[in-house]
């Protein structure tokens, strides 16, 4: 499965996930509905995420080891931004 994340503004994000295999036929039904409940899921954590991050600006993030990439990333723009604004 790949993720991909686009921010369409400040408050919103474009959140496209992409599943390919060759599942069988009989399979497909419940995958799709399994599909669904992930996503319901995903999104219900990313809402309650931005929640939190709302209501505590300053708090410290505590990244996992798969969230690297995205420590990765922010430090790039971080260091994208400073080097603009000099």
Sequence with gaps: ????????????????KIVACDWPEDLLPKLDRFIVDVNKEDIWACEEQQKVADLYPDAPMHAIPTDAPVVRMRQIIKRLEAEESR
């Design 1 to 16: 499965m790949n993720q991909l994340i686009t921010p369409e503004t400040e408050r919103t994000t474009h959140f496209f």
